[in-house]
């Protein structure tokens, strides 16, 4: 989201959705809601932030962390299948040329790249998320050969760590209230 008629947008699709299903609140609850769901006390501290976002001009719309990759088929294997991500889009500068592409999933967008200077081997992110513990269930269930993450128990939330063929790490945290 990055303005607040974005916001007001979403208030307004979830009060038409409730009113389909004979559910009825105010424009002011459902703007209550959306607040709510974006992580906010009220609307007022929503409205606030954003305008103070927009008050000097600059807003930071997406993080995109990149992590170099050795191996297409391992990365594919890795963020495709195991963790889910969806392929967004490929890029190469000519036959025979490293692979730069995006994947994604549930608003978290990853870069992987095999070109070198791009990033190190090694890195970490750290991702804040909901649903840590479903994510872990879903991981635990494909079974896949190279990992098997469990849930840690940290003093500032879960969190399930998972390393790529690469050395990379990606710390899924879901905070504590």
């Known amino acids: ?24 609140i105010s424009h002011s609850q459902a703007l209550e809601l959306v607040a709510a769901q974006l992580g906010y006390a009220n609307w007022n501290v929503l409205a606030a932030k954003l305008a103070s976002a927009e008050a000097d001009g600059i807003h930071f719309a997406q993080t995109a962390p990149i992590f170099r990759i050795f191996d297409e088929a391992k990365a594919r294997e890795f963020y495709v299948d195991f963790l889910g991500f969806n392929l967004d889009w ?21 870069h992987l790249s095999g070109h070198h200077g791009d990033a190190s081997p090694g890195s970490t992110a750290y991702i804040t998320m909901h ?23 940290l003093p500032w939330g879960k969190q399930v760590t998972v390393t790529d063929p690469f050395s990379n790490r990606i710390r899924f945290c879901e905070p504590d209230d």
Request: aromatic letters at 8%; proline letters at 4%; hydrophobic letters at 35%.
């Open 90 to 110: 490929e890029h190469r500068f000519g036959d025979n040329f490293p692979l730069y592409c995006q994947v994604s999933r549930a608003g978290l967008v990853l």
């Open 1 to 24: 989201m990055r303005e607040l008629p974005d916001a007001k947008a979403m208030a307004k699709a979830l009060r038409n959705t409730l009113k389909h299903q004979q559910i009825d």
């Open 131 to 153: 649903g840590v513990e479903r994510f872990q269930q879903e991981l635990a269930g494909k079974d896949y050969t190279y990992m098997k993450p469990g849930i840690e128990a």
